[in-house]
């Protein structure tokens, strides 16, 4: 039924930008929670940047300042900016949202998108 789709990861150098893209798909009916979490090898998933419904973008220090969170309700979709990345940066990225779905499995869900990586290296 729902499915999340990403797109945007690569390789960059330290300082470079990248924009990560997610679209939801399917039965939807509203969306309570959008957001990013990255998960580097070794180190427990984080998030990132994320928002609820009626409530404030909240980002991780690690990237205040530098990365920035968008999204298009009608499009079901959400999107990050990444600028002055680091090396630090680099990890598997995961959009997240946790979605009201209407049809034969209605109710609530987390959904997450296949993970894109991000390498941040010189």
């Known amino acids: 039924q729902v499915q999340l789709v990403e797109s945007g990861g690569g390789l960059v150098q330290p300082g470079g930008s990248l924009r990560l893209s997610c679209a939801a798909s399917?039965?939807?009916?509203?969306?309570?929670?959008m957001g990013w979490y990255r998960q580097a090898p070794g180190k427990q998933r984080e998030l990132v940047a994320g928002?609820?419904?009626?409530?404030?973008?909240n980002y991780a220090d690690s990237v205040k300042g530098r990365f920035t969170f968008s999204r298009d309700n009608a499009k079901n979709t959400w999107n990050l900016q990444m600028n002055s990345l680091k090396p630090e940066d680099t990890a598997v990225y995961y959009c997240n949202a946790e979605i009201f779905s209407f049809g034969l499995h209605s109710g609530v869900h987390t959904y997450w998108g296949q993970g894109t990586q991000v390498t941040v290296s010189s």
């Open positions: 399917g039965n939807i009916f509203s969306i309570n929670f």
């Open positions: 928002i609820r419904s009626g409530g404030n973008t």
